[in-house]
């Protein structure tokens, strides 16, 4: 079955150290992935993507992520967060046979301290 | 560009009551979807449109949930009669196709409590 994992229910780092976000996926087919920041009240925005190429991605905001095939990962990073990055932090994935809908994980809540 | 606009941001409803929800996507997005996320958790698909025709509705409570995209444009979700557990947010989200090329935008969302 397809799925998608975020371990990491909540996330306290403190401004300026560097923060990693895991995510997870199961998925028969070469899947495309994403990560979305949602800040309270607010939709999703996207942060970047992953279709193929090089495996370490760039988005916006300072954020990158890296995908690994061989451990089905694609975690964000970023080196120095920013008081203004606590948010609600989501991962997804989709694929061909899935006629490309995105498969959300359940998120990381991210809070970050003075 | 405008954004993905849906209406109302907040609807409290008592139970058994209907509730319909309105999505306007990015001008020449052909491809419209409606996610629930309930409180604590991700988004999970509801309805994928590609123009008008729902091509990925396995998702959608059909005895109680519909939707419509005429002209292949605006959408509306309607829920009938809504019970306590729909209190969600329904979001809405459009594309410029189902691809990979095709990130997907999304609105505000519509924030629903059911009493």
């Known amino acids: 079955a397809q799925s998608v994992t975020q371990p990491d229910i909540h996330i306290t780092v403190s401004e300026g150290a560097s923060l990693e976000l895991r995510c997870n996926y199961s998925?028969?087919?070469?899947?495309?992935l994403f990560w979305y920041v949602q800040s309270p009240g607010q939709g999703l925005q996207l942060l970047l993507k992953y279709f193929s190429g090089d495996t370490l991605v760039q988005g916006i905001k300072g954020f990158e992520a890296e995908f690994k095939r061989s451990q089905s990962s694609f975690n964000l990073r970023k080196p120095s967060v920013h008081w203004s990055d606590a948010a609600e932090y989501f991962c997804?994935?989709?694929?061909?046979?899935?006629?490309?809908?995105?498969?959300f994980g359940k998120g990381t809540s991210l809070l970050v301290t003075p | 560009e405008a954004g993905v606009v849906q209406s109302p941001r907040y609807k409290i409803i008592e139970k058994k009551q209907p509730v319909a929800f309105w999505c306007n996507p990015i001008?020449?997005?052909?491809?419209l979807y409606w996610y629930r996320q309930n409180l604590g958790q991700g988004p999970e698909l509801l309805i994928r449109y590609e123009n008008e025709e729902a091509v990925d509705d396995s998702q959608l409570p059909k005895d109680r949930f519909s939707a419509e995209r005429l002209k292949g444009v605006d959408s509306t979700l309607k829920i009938q009669p809504a019970e306590l557990g729909d209190s969600a947010v329904y979001l809405c989200?459009?594309?410029?196709?189902?691809?990979?090329?095709?990130?997907?935008?999304f609105g505000n969302g519509t924030r629903l409590t059911v009493t």
């Open positions: 997804a994935v989709g694929a061909l046979n899935s006629g490309y809908a995105l498969n």
């Open positions: 989200a459009s594309s410029l196709a189902s691809g990979q090329g095709s990130p997907l935008h």
């Open positions: 998925y028969g087919a070469t899947p495309y």
């Open positions: 001008s020449g997005h052909n491809t």
